[in-house]
């Protein structure tokens, strides 16, 4: 049996027990609670599971060790970002939002503020994050499943979205938060137990010693000792400022991701949400220290050079291809259910990270939008679900829909824009509104639109836009700014609109509300409870 | 959510004056005190730390391809520094809450069940 056909009928299989655990749960999900928070019934590990598979997309499965393979120490320098901003997470956010929050980001800002404005802006802001970061992942998902697959050709690429997109859309509309977090939790499963088993056989090969496959993976780059060294990537002064903005973004916007924060709500206490971050860092932390084992033992294995593989699909090979090698090499048994078991992994990944992200952004249409802003609260729970399941038959439709006509998109920069808005829109308005009394309407709203077109604005006015090669319009120039991330002025612009909107502006009742949400914040009193049944 | 609405649409809080009475008491200044004062410095700490590998990433190269052992340079334990200091704040984090905070909240958080009716809290 090939690799392909065995990697098709693992691909089944990981669809068919998603679709069991989905039926599964949707006979558990009663309430709106059930369904956006999947009962706030999990326990912390189970969380941090979820929360790695959520966080732990394909882009950092297969993206960073192919980095490392293609640019060596600069792609393991990137993935630290991803690790630290944890921090952030664990000590300024996940447990006081747990404890005053709901369903949704918006519930949390719109504890003491006026409703519609500030529940309209959060909603906005999330589901455009969210819609950048679901299309990185379906059209990064198109050209990765046909190529593990082997099949060729732009109907197998289409054909490909729509099944994910299909999926996607079941686990949603049918399972709510209790499905997708378990198809997220056996997404971490699989991912970890994969990457433990190659990471081993990786070291096998050279004694165990970590020198050893430095020592090779710089040979065999053709790079020699510059390749274990920071600069291969990001040599010019401008790339160097350029990379500042991108840790900047990565480190802020991880806190400010709306998928990630509507997990806190997922468990019964604050205690248990700082647990299950707790966990992800753990897991996190040690799948990227084992991304570097494979980034390296990739360049140290394969072919990475001009016209290989693995530098073809941008480095999304190396980790596949290289657990075919330690397999056995191509066309050996070993090899073929090593890279068969690794590509359905990716499947997986992709599967669990594209749910989360349709699960945010049609809980936010659905709760802050027609629950609140439209129909002023006066809803019953029952029609809340049932717009949120409409909603993501909505979202899921059109993020297939883009994703086909975005087929040529550069992703990586989609996924620097939705890190970049969360750090610059919703982080400096979740921090003011926890931290600071006098926080107001106008500067949530500020905050937020201004964080938000700030990255737009310079995004769309960059080379990843126009005037450069590689850019979305390469025979075009309207550029102005030279940096391809905004986080270094977009960030710093986001709170300082959220300030400005609120010393130009009085609001008694949001300051009045502030000790409320001290208090229910940090004990817990008064915080919604778990879902029993 | 007995007491509650359906959907409690316009707001989630409930302008309870408990919250007033027990924001003003010495042990709610003595809990926020207490997080804000190990989460303000570690997160100083921890952003610091963390620019500076990036700084120095970038513009430190000869001191940061210094050979340490074998293959192994100051870069990747540089690198490696940071996963150590990232997993070591969470864990002294987590030690800090549990030993300091977490039991004033409860102490808190009870007080309110008590005086409120025994509805709402987080542990029903």
């Known amino acids: 049996m090939s690799s392909e056909t065995l990697a098709t009928v693992l691909f089944l299989a990981v669809v068919a027990v998603t679709i069991g655990i989905t039926f599964w749960a949707s006979r558990q999900t009663k309430g709106a609670a059930d369904y956006y928070a999947g009962g706030r019934s999990f326990s912390g590990f189970q969380n941090g599971l979820a929360i790695s598979g959520d966080y732990m997309s394909a882009a950092s499965f297969l993206g960073i060790s192919g980095a490392i393979a293609l640019t060596g120490y600069d792609g393991f320098l990137y993935s630290i970002g991803f690790l630290v901003a944890w921090l952030v997470a664990l000590l300024l956010v996940a447990e ?73 859309i079941f686990y949603v509309v049918v399972g709510g938060m209790k499905g997708t977090t378990w198809v997220q939790i056996v997404k971490a499963v699989l991912l970890m137990s994969g990457t433990i088993l190659i990471t081993v056989l990786v070291l096998a090969e050279f004694n165990f010693n970590l020198s050893e496959l430095l020592g090779a993976a710089a040979d065999n780059s053709g790079k020699g000792t510059a390749f274990l060294e920071p600069g291969l990537t990001y040599a010019t002064t401008t790339l160097k400022i350029d990379f500042i903005s991108l840790a900047l973004a990565l480190v802020l916007g991880t806190a400010g991701l709306p998928h990630i924060l509507i997990r806190f709500y ?31 033992g990739a360049a140290a294995m394969l072919d990475t050079g001009e016209g290989s593989d693995v530098a073809d699909s941008a480095g999304n090979l190396a980790s596949p291809l290289l657990a075919e090698a330690v397999g056995g090499g191509e066309g050996t048994a070993g090899g073929a259910i090593l890279l068969a078991f690794i590509a359905a992994v990716a499947f997986a990944t992709i599967l669990a990270v594209v749910a989360g992200l349709t699960l945010t952004s049609a809980s936010s249409v659905a709760h802050d939008l027609y629950a609140n802003v439209w129909k002023k609260g006066q809803v019953t729970e029952k029609q809340e679900v049932g717009v949120a399941r409409i ?83 390469p025979e075009s120039d309207w550029s102005w700014f030279p940096l391809k991330n905004p986080g270094i002025i977009s960030i710093p612009a986001g709170f300082l609109f959220g300030w400005l909107g609120t010393i130009t502006s009085r609001e008694p009742e949001a300051d009045a509300a502030y000790p409320e949400l001290e208090v229910r914040s940090l004990t817990g009193a008064g915080a919604e409870a778990a879902v029993h049944h | 959510m007995s007491q509650q609405p359906e959907n409690s649409g316009v707001h989630q809080r409930s302008a309870h004056p408990l919250y007033l009475e027990l924001h003003e008491t010495a042990e709610f200044a003595e809990l926020r005190r207490k997080f804000r ?88």
Not at chain 1, 268 to 295: C, E, H, Q
Not at chain 1, 406 to 421: D, G, H, K, P, R
Not at chain 1, 433 to 438: T, V, Y
Request: aromatic share 12%.
């Open chain 1, 391 to 473: 909603a993501a038959f909505g979202i899921g439709g059109v993020a297939i829909v883009l994703s086909i006509f975005a087929q040529s998109l550069n992703i990586a920069f989609l996924v620097a824009l939705a890190f970049a808005v969360a750090a610059s829109a919703n982080l400096p308005s979740l921090l003011y509104n926890l931290f600071w009394s006098r926080f107001n309407t106008r500067g949530a709203t500020w905050a937020i639109y201004g964080g938000l077109i700030t990255c737009v604005v310079l995004v769309v006015s960059s080379p990843a836009v126009s005037g450069d090669p590689t850019a979305m319009f």
């Open chain 1, 266 to 296: 997922t468990v019964p206490t604050a205690k248990d949400a700082r647990t299950s971050v707790n966990w992800a860092i753990t897991l996190i932390g040690a799948f990227y220290l084992m991304s570097l084992v494979l980034g390296f």
């Open chain 1, 96 to 168: 006081l939002l747990r404890n005053s929050g709901r369903y949704t980001m918006a519930d949390q800002l719109a504890f003491r503020m006026r409703q519609r404005p500030v529940r309209t802006a959060a909603a906005t802001s999330t589901v455009v994050v969210s819609i950048f970061y679901l299309l990185a992942q379906m059209v990064g998902a198109g050209a990765l499943v046909t190529l593990l697959l082997g099949v060729e050709g732009t109907w197998a690429i289409r054909g490909t979205i729509v099944a994910v997109g299909l999926l996607m």
């Open chain 2, 37 to 124: 004062g190990f989460a303000v410095p570690a997160t100083i700490a921890f952003m610091a730390w963390y620019l500076l590998y990036v700084v120095m990433s970038n513009w430190a190269n000869d001191f940061m391809s210094t050979k340490v052992v074998g293959n192994v340079n100051v870069a990747l334990v540089f690198g490696l520094l940071q996963f150590l200091t990232t997993f070591l704040i969470a864990f002294l984090y987590g030690r800090h809450m549990a030993r300091h905070v977490d039991p004033i909240a409860r102490k808190l958080e009870q007080r309110y069940v008590d005086e409120h009716g025994g509805h709402g809290g987080a542990r029903p």
